[in-house]
């Protein structure tokens, strides 16, 4: 299901209109898809192992009250919001400050993730405290994307939607 980058996300509430939703890879529209980003990224913080572990157990308790109301792009979402904890909390394990890349994003390339050609900028010596806050998220979203419900309503909405 490749994410659909051309909608209006400004007006699309997507728990009224689930049908134009679409999973795409990895994180594809975590920050975009309304009205979950609202309600979940408030909850997402890594700073810390602490604020880790209360963050992905706050998202993941969001993912599991989704499934619970047959909201399968809820869940996606907060999947997505334990990916990119995961992800984001590496990238400051490996790069004091967070920046992977070198120099600004090309203008016709905003918004969108990778290096655009852009040189990776050398690896700092790992941070223990957000390595360890990776872990806590990475636990967290392998739980989410092996939930047995997750994975039935995954199917059910890929079946329905044919995407």
Same mark, same amino acid.
């Given at each position: 299901?490749?994410?659909?980058?051309?909608?209006?996300?400004?007006?699309?509430?997507?728990?009224?209109?689930?049908?134009?939703?679409?999973?795409?890879?990895?994180?594809?529209?975590?920050?975009?898809?309304?009205?979950?980003?609202?309600?979940?990224?408030?909850?997402?913080?890594? %700073?810390? *192992? +602490?604020?880790?572990?209360?963050?992905?157990?706050?998202?993941?308790?969001?993912? !599991?009250?989704?499934?619970?109301? #047959?909201?399968?792009?809820?869940?996606?979402?907060?999947?997505?919001?334990?990916?990119?904890?995961?992800?984001?909390?590496?990238?400051?394990?490996?790069?004091?400050?967070?920046?992977?890349?070198?120099?600004?994003?090309?203008?016709?390339?905003?918004?969108?993730?990778?290096?655009?050609?852009?040189?990776?900028?050398? %690896?700092? *010596? +790992?941070?223990?405290?957000?390595?360890?806050?990776?872990?806590?998220?990475?636990? !967290?979203?392998?739980?989410?994307? #092996?939930?047995?419900?997750?994975?039935?309503?995954?199917?059910?909405?890929?079946?329905?939607?044919?995407?």
């Amino acid at each position: 299901m490749p994410f659909d980058y051309t909608l209006d996300f400004r007006t699309v509430d997507f728990r009224r209109h689930p049908e134009l939703y679409r999973v795409g890879k990895g994180e594809q529209g975590v920050l975009l898809v309304q009205p979950y980003k609202s309600e979940i990224l408030p909850h997402w913080r890594f %700073r810390t *192992p +602490e604020v880790a572990r209360e963050s992905s157990e706050k998202i993941y308790g969001l993912f !599991k009250a989704y499934l619970q109301q #047959h909201d399968f792009v809820g869940a996606d979402m907060a999947r997505k919001f334990l990916q990119m904890g995961f992800t984001r909390a590496r990238r400051y394990a490996n790069h004091k400050g967070g920046k992977k890349y070198d120099g600004p994003v090309p203008d016709d390339k905003k918004g969108q993730s990778g290096s655009h050609g852009r040189a990776e900028l050398p %690896r700092s *010596p +790992e941070d223990p405290e957000k390595a360890e806050a990776a872990a806590i998220f990475k636990a !967290k979203w392998d739980e989410a994307k #092996h939930n047995p419900d997750y994975l039935q309503q995954r199917a059910e909405f890929e079946e329905r939607y044919g995407k």
